[in-house]
């Protein structure tokens, strides 16, 4: 895993910030998943057969994935409570499999629900009332599992050109045989297709992160983005997310904390200049003394000094002496 995977998995595990960026997806920026009511669950999706026939060795069918970022939910809207579970996949790079990547990672977590619940009626042997269906596969009529919403962030200035959708990775034209074919979507944010309103939707640092990956590739416009906000306070987690992903040279400290991620930049492009001028000034010095330096190689040789003693002399190699009265004559 890069350094701008790690920044990004680590800037999303905040519940703040992955309460923001759901809000932003289902309610148009409405606060109605409360960071409060997050809970970060394992990101280990592992998927086994439902059977509970103790003689099948189910061991050797096990599939595991990890995702980004999974959280459980309570979202309490016009007096209805729901539970559902939330992920996170962090893209620094455009995955043209992502539809059925997400597939998999949702498919596996519906899965291990099952699973769970075919393991907590195996532990209290309550199959007394059940019929045969039930018991092999594990799951009572009145068993419940806990939906899953997965959203994709793009962490890249470049416009996400992937498939959307399972039916956009299909060459298949056909309305009737579509039908019959399950499609899947993705949930997407992505920078480059943000404006104005919709940045200004987010409650966190996510809006001024995507903001500046948005605008990244085009020093005027995000000058501008920077000049419009003045200050832009944001934590050091969020900082490294723009440092690592843009490659934007900015000092930001180790641990937890705060930045002013307007007046990093400012300083960064001051200390460039800086540089930049100082640069200058030591090559102005040193084709100022390499000039003297020959001017008095030349005199000493005028004066039938031999070439060894005039690039001891003046601290230059013999070749480079030979060079300057060669020139000369």
């Not at 962090?90 to 499999?97: G, K, M, R, S, W």
């Not at 039930?134 to 996400?160: C, M, N, Q």
Request: glycine content about 6%.
């Amino acid at each position: 895993m890069g350094m701008a995977d790690t920044v990004t998995k680590e800037y999303m595990r905040s519940n703040k910030v992955f309460a923001d960026a759901f809000n932003y997806l289902i309610y148009d920026g409405e606060q109605v998943v409360k960071s409060a009511l997050l809970q970060e669950l394992d990101t280990t999706e592992i998927a086994i057969p439902f059977a509970l026939d103790e003689n099948e060795n189910s061991a050797e069918d096990v599939v595991q994935k990890y995702r980004d970022v999974l959280k459980s939910a309570v979202i309490m809207q016009d007096a209805e409570v729901s539970y559902i579970l939330l992920g996170v996949e962090n893209q620094t790079e455009i995955h043209y499999a992502m539809p059925v990547r997400n597939i998999i990672y949702d498919a596996l977590q519906y899965g291990k629900q099952i699973s769970e619940v075919a393991k907590r009626h195996k532990s209290k042997g309550d199959r007394k009332g059940h019929n045969k269906g039930e018991y092999l596969s594990g799951f009572y009529k009145e068993d419940r599992i806990r939906p899953v919403i997965t959203l994709v962030v793009h962490f890249g200035a470049d416009e996400w050109d992937g498939p959307l959708s399972l039916y956009d990775m299909m060459d298949l034209k056909n309305e009737r045989l579509l039908e019959y074919v399950q499609n899947y979507r993705i949930f997407l944010i992505d920078p480059y297709k943000l404006t104005k309103d919709d940045l200004k939707k987010f409650s966190s640092s996510l809006g001024d992160v995507l903001g500046y990956i948005k605008y990244s590739k085009d020093k005027k416009a995000l000058s501008k983005f920077l000049n419009d906000n003045q200050v832009m306070i944001m934590d050091n987690d969020a900082a490294r997310v723009i440092r690592d992903v843009t490659n934007t040279p900015i000092f930001v400290p180790d641990g937890k904390g705060e930045i002013d991620m307007c007046k990093a930049v400012r300083d960064m492009i001051d200390e460039s200049k800086q540089e930049g001028k100082a640069e200058g000034k030591a090559e102005g010095m040193a084709v100022g003394e390499l000039n003297k330096a020959k001017k008095m190689a030349l005199k000493m040789y005028k004066k039938g000094d031999s070439i060894e003693e005039i690039a001891e002399m003046v601290e230059f190699s013999v070749d480079q002496v030979k060079e300057w009265i060669n020139s000369a004559v």
